[in-house]
């Protein structure tokens, strides 16, 4: 499963250039990812290169610590001549979004740095890793350890949708943790599909990741800061239930499930799961736009101010051995796929009544569709693949 796109950054391979007096090698460090810094740089004056984080079409990622302060950061350094002019222009909204936004919940842009050869983005340094990472390691899980995640993601979007932003690819890839050890040093990551829009203004553009996209996407329809809470939506569902509400190995399945709105509590997973909890996810996962809650609305919400003892009571750790299985599924490819949508998806029909959710285990694997969609390479981080099967559980209604 891959991120959907109308329009996206193009294919370049990150390669050892001829040398030149004019750039200096990035270390022996540097040189595994071919890179050659400006003499004199912004960059090489003030951070020493670190070890290489990650990698991918057009970008590596590495760790850099700050010369005077020893401060350790996430250098994402992007090769400029492999920029398309579309490409160079979506890399600088994302800058520009990133400076804009100054909330604790919402990772940290600290410098941009234009080079000769590079753009380089210092970042904040997400030791923490990915949060259903850290989720999935714990051994006692409640629906109050579900709430308070819930609150602070809900609490970072409000703040978005303040300043006009949609980040419109909300997943739990893009949820990371600061510390290792603090779990609720929660950041919302990867702004690289964000846009910003005026008051009232919408868009029709189809950008996000197939299992975590509103129906409108899919559609065509216009769309605006709404389609980050069908996203949040689907996110808290699977801290929850451990599963995904829409699954489907085929994308055009998937899509018919989505905007068909169809997906049910199997009662397995869900009967000691408070009602507040169901009701909140159904404001989200509403499938008309006009009707679905928004995020300033979702923190006024009976679930979010419910008793701490009262949640903290609810015991999910069979729920937590299905996240377990779906997060370990997420995880089998490394790197992210990225895909571009093509009309098919948009004029799938979807009848009333013709879809159905399957419970965990349920659900029959069907044949891989002739979707023809064009794959890319995109690197933010360290991401991995999600995997859109639900666990191989039996049960449910």
């Not at 391979?13 to 810094?37: M, V």
Request: charged share 25%.
């Amino acid at each position: 499963m891959g991120t959907i796109l109308s329009s996206r950054r193009s294919q370049p391979r990150i390669n050892p250039s001829t040398p030149n007096q004019e750039f200096q090698e990035g270390g022996d460090i540097g040189a595994e990812s071919g890179l050659k810094f400006e003499k004199g740089g912004a960059f090489s004056q003030k951070y020493i290169l670190g070890k290489k984080l990650g990698q991918g079409g057009f970008a590596v990622v590495h760790l850099c610590t700050d010369k005077a302060t020893t401060e350790k950061y996430a250098a994402k350094i992007v090769v400029r001549e492999k920029l398309a002019p579309s490409d160079e222009d979506d890399l600088k909204r994302e800058v520009s979004i990133l400076q804009l936004l100054q909330h604790p919940n919402i990772v940290v842009l600290y410098q941009f740095l234009p080079e000769k050869r590079y753009y380089i983005l210092v970042q904040e340094l997400m030791a923490g890793g990915e949060l259903f990472d850290r989720i999935s390691s714990k051994i006692v899980y409640s629906e109050k350890d579900a709430r308070d995640v819930v609150i602070l993601l809900l609490q970072a979007i409000a703040y978005c949708h303040s300043q006009g932003v949609v980040h419109r690819d909300l997943k739990p890839e893009n949820l990371l943790l600061i510390s290792p050890d603090d779990d609720h040093s929660l950041k919302i990551a990867d702004f690289g599909l964000a846009i910003k829009l005026a008051p009232g203004e919408t868009t029709s553009d189809a950008s996000g990741t197939p299992q975590y996209v509103a129906p409108q996407l899919l559609r065509g329809q216009e769309y605006g800061v709404e389609a980050d809470m069908w996203s949040i939506g689907v996110i808290t569902y699977i801290l929850l239930g451990g599963y995904p509400p829409f699954s489907e190995e085929n994308d055009e399945e998937l899509f018919r499930k989505i905007k068909a709105g169809k997906y049910h509590f199997h009662e397995k997973y869900w009967n000691h799961i408070s009602q507040e909890a169901k009701d909140i996810i159904a404001k989200m996962l509403t499938v008309d736009k006009n009707d679905r809650i928004t995020a300033k609305n979702a923190l006024r919400h009976p679930w979010l101010r419910s008793s701490d003892d009262v949640l903290g009571a609810t015991d999910l750790r069979e729920n937590l051995a299905e996240m377990q299985k779906f997060n370990a599924k997420r995880r089998l490819k490394k790197g992210v796929q990225v895909v571009k949508i093509l009309n098919v998806f948009n004029s799938c029909s979807v009848r009333e009544g013709s879809v159905s959710a399957a419970a965990p285990g349920q659900r029959k694997k069907s044949l891989q569709a002739n979707n023809n969609v064009h794959e890319e390479s995109l690197v933010e981080s360290m991401s991995m693949n999600e995997c859109a099967e639900s666990p191989d559980s039996k049960g449910g209604n």
